[in-house]
């Protein structure tokens, strides 16, 4: 039993209190002791990692632990770490964190919201640990489940909508995925499905023309990926706020995640010669996502959207096949999550107060609740970029690294998903302008409920994370371009 | 020289400080911790230009001094982004600028904004302006000078919209950004470019005239043209969309919603010559490898110029007055910076730009103060309500003529110097430009003492309370920024600023100083005519002209094209049309595959009747066909 | 025609005979199963299909195996499981027409949506 399936343990027991648990309080004191557990380990597990690596530890991945679990498939439970795996568990210690007090007064069920949102946790926790194809496989199946009854049941507006096209998407996806898993097994001649092991066979390059798509495009339709990115605004839409945060958040991260370490590691060459065709799709996403942005009423619509341009941004440059670009894309994740969450967080908590969110019936909330105001328009400064803040650090990486491609494809292409960032800045200043400042709309609106301590805390965690990721990024970045290099060698053979 | 890095350091701390702070303490306190942190600034600001100035001067030339820099993260092996402070004549005297005119703002402010809900919000703005602006001069390279160019456009973003209740700031702030943010896409695609060739984000490296730094970009070219032309083409795109070069002009006037210090500071004096101090901190570059795109700057910068001089002579808001001539102004600077080459003559262009910099900064921010005390007392931007003012208020009366004298080029006000060197340069870079420049700099001449006759002379409008001069911490900085404008025009600037660092004199140039000053005194008398007393001239003019004054006044328009562009193609025929796109064919396309599994079940559905017989009977059937195909095959 | 007759006078009982008595009363209930709409009824043509079934069970084991037993078991078995399976679903109609106060089979679609 290695250390770092900890991080499956936890929530694993966290479902247990909670069964037991008995009113609120308890319920509130299991998950509240849980998300700090994990935020501990995740922190630990980075000083860990990091002081394995100064001590000068090359291996791919470090801490790996390996378990046969049904050996006539060769199927194995293992696990191990590297640089983007352990910015990716802080990014999912912060936000099921920050989720658990930003639905501390969930309301109706508490026990089996936060049951099910445990599950969901299992499921990303153990995607991010996993180095074996099946077992990333099953986590990731893990994630996708709880998603459907957390929006079915808890959510708002057409939920049952948004829960199926959701789930069924993502399933969709995923039946992609399978096949493509199992490809990749089979046509590598490996004898387990674990990714180190895997990497160092061949596998034909007429398989690898095939199996690269259905695997990219599998993780990419959880990545938001044009044109398989409309589950993301209605299910968004409709579901729950600690549920778009995780949701957007983590799980959209998974997508990329899988595309960098499955799609393009395992097939390196199928890489290089299809990346164009995904080059163009991701390029669209970037620039369709912000543009569809900038006419939607709805907030969650309009975060909806922008996680699509954003999360396109990150698939875009994975498909830069480069070790900045790729970098970017990492850090990318890790902004786009932190902010998106507080985004996704502040318009809960705002439709909690105004029962809108039509950004038309809306206005001057900044007088009213100063605190979301506030929290609002620095959520939105790090969406458009502002340097401090994550966005800033993210899109240069990216921008310099795909700069790198010196041919007209990729040179044009990048100056048009450059173009997002003047976008993005259109629609974040008109919903900051109309929801925040000018008169108050609704005359409901003038006597709202400021902060509770709960909110303030989930806020101002997102609020200092997102600014330590953007004023400090050499240690994070450093941290990452390390781990992108075993990717960057398998794709230079 | 390692206290410089409290300069920026300290304001950044102070809009920590401010804008953490409890709002329960009293407003006064974020005024006063504003207002001490400017001034110790300013105060070190002075020490590093002694410093500077009197001691790293080695064989004639200043050196280039980086006390401090760190690396903030690195993108590839050769391009990293730096921290840190690199003191060179510009950036020094920039310090001095910015501060001076950050402290006097300060000061005013502590009057000004007396009373307003949220004083201390706008001191914490006023903070991170400063810091922002700062960390953008004392830049080591590009990158930096474009976070931090960033940070200034959303500090100008939060001070525009200060007054957010007000939809019409709260466009203004919006279009201000948008419009900068465009501008800077440019910027950076630019340095993209420019980067990728050199392999080096470095001021140093690129500005130091090895050539092997750019051996790289030589016959390579991007869609028909060569990078270099591209990429300090786009850089200048990013400089054009700050300093409001047409057409990225069009936020400048509409800033004028924010409250009047800030005007002074950002929409006057400092960020809007962040584009002129953009191509000064690369003018090496531009002057050998892409002299066509610093000639089109010197272009843009004339038109520009000539541009908003017109529209400076007809608009009636004096914000928008002031406005107007700042962007003219700037295309002053511009156009000294495009005609200019390198040396120490060739150079005058660059010298004359720098100084003009230097002194407009100090003479508009004064200008704008003594607009800002005029609707202090008068309660309003328009000109119509104001009139015969000088005998309220004495002090802002004589400090606004200083300044409209030293924009208007009369000597010994130093305006008139730094005119004199930029109109030097455009004689010398063909007659032509020169004569056009002299054209507007008496057109400046004319819609500022328009103004002036306006504001102080002309018939007195009826006031609900009498008008009264301003308080002391008002005047302080007018009659302070008075006496600077006064003497600046004496400093021996050639000394402390050359485009290759070294000494040049400066020489009164007699016959362009003649022209210029002619041009002027003619220009002065002509408003004096038309506007000292109530006359009719100016009415019988705009009907004589009723065109060219309708279109000037609508600001010809530029506007209106805009709104059209993004309201009508962007809005109207792209992100609507998208965002149909995405609603009707491709979400309609995943939901018909939802769809289309729905009608094929409920087709099939009726098979599942829920009768026991009829499974039975067709259980029944099925086995006896079984039983026929086996006995048949048999 | 004369064998068959000579047949069914010499020899105790042909298994044919048996066997078309048990052909008959497995149709019957077939018939009776599908065709009535009561649900006893079809209980009732349940049980005769059962017993056509032991009927062969037991005819089998005397003719072709008549050394053995484990068809006679078997029956016996069969017929035990059919008593405990009448009793219960007698029980299950019991309470289908408590509560929908009907035993007609065409009626009872509750569970189809």
Not at chain 1, 310 to 326: D, E, K, R, S
Not at chain 1, 405 to 419: G, K, N, S, W, Y
Not at chain 2, 440 to 460: C, D, H, Q, S, V
């Amino acid at each position: 039993m290695n250390f770092l399936s900890l991080f499956v343990l936890i929530p694993a027991l966290m479902m247990m209190g909670l069964f037991v648990s008995k009113n609120r309080k308890q319920i509130q004191f299991v998950m509240a002791t849980g998300a700090i557990l994990l935020v501990i380990m995740s922190a630990a597990v980075t000083y860990m990692y990091l002081t394995e690596r100064a001590a000068g530890n090359l291996a791919t991945m470090l801490f790996t632990a390996d378990t046969v679990w049904y050996a006539p498939f060769n199927i194995h439970y293992s696990v191990g770490i590297d640089g983007i795996s352990v910015a990716m568990l802080l990014l999912s210690s912060i936000i099921v964190f920050t989720g658990v007090f930003a639905s501390w007064k969930i309301d109706p069920l508490p026990k089996e919201f936060f049951l099910w949102y445990s599950l969901l946790s299992i499921g990303v926790y153990g995607f991010f640990i996993s180095v074996d194809l099946f077992t990333m496989f099953m986590y990731y199946e893990i994630a996708l489940i709880p998603m459907y009854l957390l929006i079915g049941v808890w959510g708002s507006g057409k939920k049952e909508y948004g829960a199926m096209k959701l789930t069924l998407m993502l399933m969709g996806g995923s039946a992609l995925l399978l096949v493509g898993i199992l490809g990749i097994y089979y046509q590598s001649g490996a004898t387990s499905m674990n990714i180190l092991e895997i990497c160092k066979t061949n596998i034909p390059i007429q398989a690898q023309y095939y199996l690269f798509p259905l695997t990219f495009m599998g993780f990419g339709v959880l990545g938001a990926m044009f044109p398989f990115h409309t589950w993301s605004p209605d299910g968004h839409a409709s579901a729950p706020t600690a549920v778009s945060m995780l949701h957007a958040g983590v799980l959209m991260k998974l997508g990329g995640y899988g595309c960098f370490r499955v799609a393009i590691y395992l097939m390196p060459q199928a890489a290089h010669e299809l990346s164009w065709i995904f080059l163009i799709l991701t390029g669209i996403s970037v620039v369709y996502g912000a543009f569809s942005a900038i006419v939607q009423t709805d907030l969650k619509y309009i975060n909806a959207y922008s996680s699509v341009s954003h999360c396109g941004l990150v698939l875009f440059a994975i498909l830069m096949l480069n070790q900045t670009a790729m970098t970017g894309a990492v850090m990318q994740m890790l902004s786009h999550g932190l902010m998106t969450a507080l985004f996704f967080a502040l318009i809960g908590m705002i439709y909690g107060r105004t029962h809108t969110r039509l950004i038309t019936e809306m206005g001057g909330l900044m007088k009213i609740i100063p605190f979301f105001g506030v929290s609002y328009v620095i959520a939105g400064l790090a969406s458009l970029g502002l340097p401090s803040l994550s966005g800033f650090v993210a899109e240069m990486t990216i921008f310099v690294g795909s700069f790198q491609e010196t041919d007209t494809f990729h040179r044009v292409l990048t100056i048009v998903a450059c173009t997002s960032i003047v976008i993005t800045a259109v629609y974040i200043l008109r919903v900051v302008g109309k929801i925040l400042y000018g008169a108050v709309q609704d005359k409901h609106h003038e006597h709202l409920d400021p902060a509770t301590w709960y909110e303030r805390l989930s806020v101002v965690t997102l609020i200092v994370a997102i600014f330590a990721v953007g004023s400090a990024p050499f240690w994070i970045s450093s941290m990452i371009s390390d781990s992108v290099m075993p990717v960057i060698t398998q794709l230079a053979k | 020289m390692q206290y410089t890095l409290l300069i920026v350091l300290l304001p950044l701390i102070s809009f920590i400080v401010l804008g953490l702070m409890d709002s329960k303490w009293k407003p006064q306190v974020a005024g006063i911790i504003g207002a001490t942190v400017l001034g110790i600034i300013t105060l070190l600001s002075y020490i590093t230009a002694f410093e500077y100035f009197s001691f790293h001067k080695i064989n004639g030339v200043y050196e280039k001094l980086i006390p401090m820099h760190v690396e903030w993260i690195r993108f590839t092996q050769y391009l990293h982004i730096d921290l840190g402070i690199l003191l060179d004549p510009i950036s020094v005297m920039m310090l001095v600028v910015i501060t001076t005119v950050s402290l006097m703002v300060n000061i005013y402010s502590l009057s000004y904004m007396h009373g307003e809900k949220g004083f201390q919000r706008y001191y914490a703005f006023l903070s991170l302006f400063t810091f922002s602006m700062l960390g953008l001069v004392v830049a080591t390279n590009i990158f930096q000078m474009y976070l931090f160019w960033e940070l200034v456009g959303v500090s100008s973003y939060l001070l525009i919209g200060f007054y957010y209740t007000k939809p019409s700031a709260v466009a203004a702030s919006k279009k201000a950004f948008i419009v900068t943010r465009f501008a800077d896409l440019g910027f950076l695609v630019g340095i993209l470019f420019l980067s990728f060739y050199t392999k080096t984000f470095d001021f140093g490296v690129l500005t130091s005239g090895n050539a092997s730094v750019f051996a790289s970009t030589t016959g390579v070219s991007f869609m028909g043209l060569s990078v270099m032309s591209w990429a300090m083409g786009l850089i200048f795109i990013g400089g054009a969309g700050k300093s409001a070069m047409f057409p990225l002009h069009i936020w400048l006037p509409d800033a004028m919603e924010g409250p009047t210090p800030v005007s002074a500071l950002i929409h006057a004096a400092t960020m809007v010559v962040a584009g002129v101090y953009l191509v000064a901190r690369l003018f090496p570059v531009y002057e050998v490898y892409a002299p066509d795109v610093l000639h089109g700057i010197a272009y843009v910068g004339a038109f520009t110029s000539l541009f908003a001089a017109v529209i400076a002579c007809v608009q009636t808001d004096i914000k928008r007055v002031l406005a107007f001539s700042t962007i003219s102004q700037i295309g002053f600077m511009m156009v000294a910076l495009g005609v200019s080459g390198y040396g120490s003559h060739e150079g005058l262009g660059y010298m004359a730009s720098m100084f003009h910099l230097f002194t407009h900064a100090m003479f508009k921010a004064l200008l704008f103060l003594g607009a800002g005390s005029v609707i202090h007392a008068v309660h309003s931007n328009e000109m119509n309500h104001m009139g015969g003012l000088r005998k309220y208020m004495p002090i802002t009366n004589w400090t606004f003529l200083i300044a409209c004298l030293a924009i208007a080029g009369i000597p010994p006000f130093s305006g008139f110097f730094s005119k004199d060197e930029i109109l030097s340069a455009c004689y010398e870079f063909s007659p032509y430009m020169g004569g056009v420049m002299t054209f507007i700099a008496g057109l400046t001449a004319f819609y500022m003492f328009r103004l002036y006759f306006n504001i102080f002379w002309g018939k007195e409008h009826k006031h609900a309370h009498t008008p009264h001069e301003s308080p002391f911490a008002m005047a302080f900085p007018l009659v302070f920024l008075a006496c600077v404008t006064v003497v600046a025009g004496f400093i021996p600037f050639g000394h402390f600023v050359t485009s290759d660092l070294a000494n040049y004199d400066i020489h009164l140039d007699y016959t362009v100083a003649g022209i210029s000053v002619g041009v002027a005194i003619l220009s002065i008398a002509l408003a004096t005519i038309m506007y000292r007393k109530e006359s009719e001239v100016p009415k019988k003019l705009a009907t004589t002209f009723a065109g060219l004054h309708k279109a000037a006044s609508s600001r010809f328009y530029v506007d209106e094209v805009y709104i059209f562009i993004t309201k009508k193609i962007i809005f109207n025929l792209i992100s609507t049309p998208i965002a149909w796109f995405d609603r009707h064919i491709i979400d309609a396309t995943m939901d018909g595959f939802g769809g289309v599994t729905q009608w094929t079940s409920s087709r099939i559905k009726s098979f599942q009747s829920g009768q026991v017989q009829q499974y039975a009977y067709v259980f029944l059937l099925g086995t006896l066909f079984i039983a026929a195909l086996v006995y048949f095959i048999h | 025609m004369g064998d068959l007759f000579i047949n069914f006078f010499s020899n105790p009982v042909p298994m044919e005979a048996y066997l078309g008595v048990s052909l008959i009363m497995f149709f019957a209930g077939v018939y009776g199963f599908l065709s009535r709409k009561s649900l006893l009824m079809i209980l009732v043509s349940i049980e005769l299909m059962l017993n056509a079934a032991d009927i062969n069970f037991v005819v089998f084991n005397r003719y072709l195996y008549p050394g053995q037993m484990e068809g006679f078991f078997f029956t016996l078995f069969a017929i035990a499981i059919a008593a405990c399976e009448t009793a219960v679903a007698i029980a299950i109609i019991i309470n289908i027409y408590r509560n929908l106060t009907s035993v007609e089979v065409g009626e009872l679609d509750e569970m189809k949506e």
